[in-house]
């Protein structure tokens, strides 16, 4: 189980690290190798990752299984994106717990400044593959040798050993490190939000059948870093949008959206519903610009909406249990104005970051969001009649074809 967080928490360091040099960069895992780097423009891996973790490290072994069956999986990585012959090679790392003893093709596999020689380790490592034993990495080392001489040394000239790697218990402050992070009253709270935020992307990386996502790039975890810095310092997040006037046909597009029909279920008027809209409007179009521009990720966004949810659901939790069953439909209504009102009235000052002040109609528009999305699975969208859910159901139903 550690090997498995160990992985999981390297992944997260070298994308750490590696992006103080290319925001771009991106991290995947368990597609081509345990973890690997790539450009997203590229599409192909500039680095594949082995992660080995050992509690008691000891020393590397020349004929041991942590090695040849990585050697095994970058044969196979590399002949799926056919790179075994030909074009850029990426950067082959096993990154271990464990150390390189002097005079083994480990040490001299080490990166270029530690006295790399990589005709000595490669003659070695054919001499280790062609051996009898053991039978544990019989087949990884034959796939080596069935390798053609420039192919064998094309493979070992991109293999660098990272030993003495930190261990799990010593990643925390290596991280803290390369995440910029200085030590100070919130550090380890920081620290402690980041690793949770990761945790979940690393659940949807490894989720395939999802879907969800493919990498995880710098940009994001930089983005999520701010926003998490930003909450105990309490920075507000850049205002571009301008309020304005929506002109008849920006309303008029709106007509058939759940979000007008919520307002219409409870009796507004046409001039109530564009005042609203305007805000639904500018409000969606600053949050996407704050999330192109990488000012705030989709788990900020995720978080500020289950704010608003919650403080609505008190708001609609309290006006229902004024409804009955025999409430009249006018007075169903009116419940629902006064649910969405008291609701505009507490979210109008919720910022989307912790700490910080924003525009009255960014927290309203959005609220408004979650009422256009009310007709799905969505457990936090909102609605403001009374019966809203029926009334959705209804709303958003395939209608049957005329005869």
Request: proline share 2%; aromatic share 8%; glycine share 8%.
């Amino acid at each position: 189980m550690t090997g498995y967080l160990y992985q999981s928490e390297l992944a997260l360091l070298g994308l750490a690290e590696r992006s103080w040099d290319d925001i771009t960069v991106e991290v995947r895992m368990e597609v081509l190798d345990d973890i690997e780097f790539l450009y997203g423009d590229s599409g192909d891996p500039f680095e594949l990752l082995q992660s080995k973790h050992r509690e008691n490290a000891g020393k590397l072994s020349e004929t041991g299984k942590d090695f040849w069956r990585s050697v095994a999986s970058w044969i196979d990585a590399l002949t799926e994106i056919g790179r075994l012959s030909t074009g850029n090679m990426p950067l082959l790392r096993l990154a271990t717990t464990q150390v390189a003893v002097e005079g083994t093709f480990f040490h001299q596999l080490r990166s270029a400044d530690l006295g790399r020689s990589v005709d000595a380790a490669l003659a070695k490592m054919e001499t280790v593959a062609c051996a009898a034993g053991p039978s544990t990495t019989a087949e990884d080392r034959k796939k080596f040798i069935h390798l053609t001489q420039s192919q064998r040394y094309r493979l070992v000239a991109a293999i660098e050993i990272s030993d003495a790697s930190p261990r799990m218990s010593d990643l925390e402050s290596r991280l803290g490190r390369a995440l910029g992070i200085r030590p100070g009253a919130h550090a380890v709270d920081i620290l402690e939000n980041i690793r949770g935020w990761w945790y979940g992307m690393a659940v949807e990386l490894l989720d395939r059948k999802s879907g969800v996502r493919t990498s995880v790039s710098g940009q994001e975890l930089q983005c999520r870093l701010e926003e998490i810095k930003d909450r105990f310092a309490g920075k507000n997040l850049p205002v571009t949008e301008t309020l304005r006037r929506l002109t008849q046909a920006e309303i008029a597009a709106y007509g058939d959206e759940l979000v007008v029909a919520q307002m219409k279920w409870i009796g507004l008027k046409d001039h109530a519903i564009a005042s609203h809209l305007r805000d639904y409007h500018h409000a969606r179009t600053q949050r996407s610009e704050w999330l192109r521009t990488f000012e705030i990720t989709e788990a900020g966004l995720g978080d500020y909406e289950r704010r608003l949810w919650d403080a609505w659901d008190h708001v609609y939790a309290y006006q229902c249990g004024e409804v009955n069953y025999d409430t009249a439909d006018d007075e169903r209504a009116a419940a629902g104005r006064r649910i969405l009102m008291t609701t505009m009235g507490k979210v109008e000052g919720m910022p989307a970051r912790l700490g910080s002040t924003t525009e009255r109609w960014i927290g309203c528009g959005t609220i408004h969001s979650l009422a256009d999305r009310a007709h799905g699975t969505d457990e936090y969208s909102v609605g403001w009649h009374p019966d809203y859910p029926e009334l959705c159901f209804g709303h958003c139903e395939p209608k049957g074809e005329s005869a």
